[in-house]
């Protein structure tokens, strides 16, 4: 795929499911390969690198794809012995494979055999409810999980409320990292990189979350870029510069009263903030605020 940045991202991916699968007997893949299948591809080759001259592990992996014409672009026709994507064939004539046509949800991720789990959420839409809770089937398991989401919102009628109503008064960038992490948080994952960048002129954003020691243990891994200029933030807004500053204004103490080791239920009391919000704040205060 020639595509710069995006080819830096699937190496960065590869990389880091190389360090998952170490020393582990079994290991789960879940991913949407859309047209190009390069990471799906990279996969079925470690496992056969592994099998035959290295240290062996069963693999199982769930495919899906939702739009039909790519889905069916990627299935070997009946009419003829040629698939109309060859790479997708290497792939799907695998007994542990499987590739469906539906949106990718949790009861997909459940499916999966093993529980060393490792999932490339490379969605490139935006951040909807379902998407971001996929982190949740996290619980109990052994993962590392890469979420990769827009943040060019043209149209925001599905993007997760809550991420939606802090990307007013943030960005979407901060947004989304603080949301995820505030949902790893209580998984007990680790934010192992989160980083903004640009592929085909659009504005995107990559985080992966883990438990995994092996990830955990590599800090090559280990990388932040999400931008917390305030006036880039300001300037982004549509709303008045009023309701900017009352916003941060509030904000602004309720990090005090959290930096001052002030108890959780207080500070929610005071501020007439929900949970979900104050733990946002504590994700941004670790980003830096």
Same mark, same amino acid.
């Not at 799906?40 to 062996?56: L, M, Q």
């Not at 900017?244 to 500070?267: C, E, M, P, Q």
């Given at each position: 795929?020639?595509?710069?940045?995006?080819?830096?991202?699937?190496?960065?991916?590869? $990389?880091?499911?190389?360090?998952? @699968?170490?020393?582990?007997? +079994? &290991?789960?893949?879940? %991913? =949407?390969?859309?047209?190009?299948?390069?990471?799906?591809?990279?996969?079925?080759?470690?496992?056969?690198?592994?099998?035959?001259?290295?240290?062996?592990? $069963?693999?199982?992996?769930?495919? @899906?794809?939702?739009?039909? +014409? &790519?889905?069916?672009? %990627? =299935?070997?026709?009946?009419?003829?012995?040629?698939?109309?994507?060859?790479?997708?064939?290497?792939?799907?004539?695998?007994?542990?494979?499987?590739?469906?046509?539906?949106?990718?949800?949790?009861?997909?991720?459940?499916?999966?055999?093993?529980?060393?789990?490792?999932?490339?959420?490379?969605?490139?839409?935006?951040?909807?409810?379902?998407?971001?809770?996929?982190?949740?089937?996290?619980?109990?398991?052994?993962?590392?999980?890469?979420?990769?989401?827009?943040?060019?919102?043209?149209?925001?009628?599905?993007?997760?409320?809550?991420?939606?109503?802090?990307?007013?008064?943030?960005?979407?960038?901060?947004?989304?990292?603080?949301?995820?992490?505030?949902?790893?948080?209580?998984?007990?994952?680790?934010?192992?990189?989160?980083?903004?960048?640009?592929?085909?002129?659009?504005?995107?954003?990559?985080?992966?979350?883990?438990?995994?020691?092996?990830?955990?243990?590599?800090?090559?891994?280990?990388?932040?870029?999400?931008?917390?200029?305030?006036?880039?933030?300001?300037?982004?807004?549509?709303?008045?510069?009023?309701?900017?500053?009352?916003?941060?204004?509030?904000?602004?103490?309720?990090?005090?009263?959290?930096?001052?080791?002030?108890?959780?239920?207080?500070?929610?009391?005071?501020?007439?903030?929900?949970?979900?919000?104050?733990?946002?704040?504590?994700?941004?205060?670790?980003?830096?605020?």
């Amino acid at each position: 795929m020639k595509n710069e940045i995006k080819n830096a991202i699937r190496h960065l991916v590869t $990389k880091a499911y190389e360090v998952f @699968v170490t020393n582990k007997s +079994d &290991v789960s893949v879940v %991913s =949407l390969p859309g047209t190009v299948w390069e990471f799906e591809t990279s996969v079925i080759n470690h496992n056969d690198f592994a099998n035959n001259f290295g240290k062996s592990y $069963k693999l199982d992996m769930q495919l @899906v794809e939702s739009d039909p +014409d &790519v889905y069916n672009g %990627s =299935l070997r026709p009946l009419s003829t012995l040629f698939p109309h994507n060859k790479v997708s064939s290497y792939v799907l004539s695998r007994e542990n494979v499987e590739y469906h046509e539906q949106q990718l949800s949790a009861a997909v991720v459940n499916k999966v055999k093993s529980n060393n789990i490792f999932a490339w959420f490379d969605f490139c839409g935006n951040p909807t409810t379902n998407d971001l809770h996929l982190i949740n089937t996290a619980l109990n398991k052994n993962v590392t999980y890469v979420f990769t989401f827009n943040t060019a919102w043209r149209c925001d009628t599905n993007v997760d409320p809550y991420v939606l109503n802090f990307s007013k008064i943030t960005s979407k960038s901060v947004a989304i990292h603080a949301y995820l992490k505030t949902l790893a948080d209580t998984l007990g994952l680790t934010v192992v990189w989160s980083f903004e960048y640009i592929s085909n002129h659009n504005p995107m954003i990559t985080v992966c979350v883990s438990n995994d020691a092996n990830v955990l243990a590599d800090k090559s891994f280990r990388y932040n870029n999400i931008s917390l200029n305030k006036n880039q933030i300001v300037k982004s807004k549509n709303t008045s510069i009023t309701k900017v500053k009352t916003v941060k204004r509030d904000l602004s103490a309720v990090y005090v009263d959290y930096k001052n080791k002030i108890d959780d239920n207080t500070i929610r009391a005071k501020h007439n903030i929900s949970v979900q919000c104050l733990a946002a704040v504590k994700a941004w205060v670790t980003m830096g605020k």
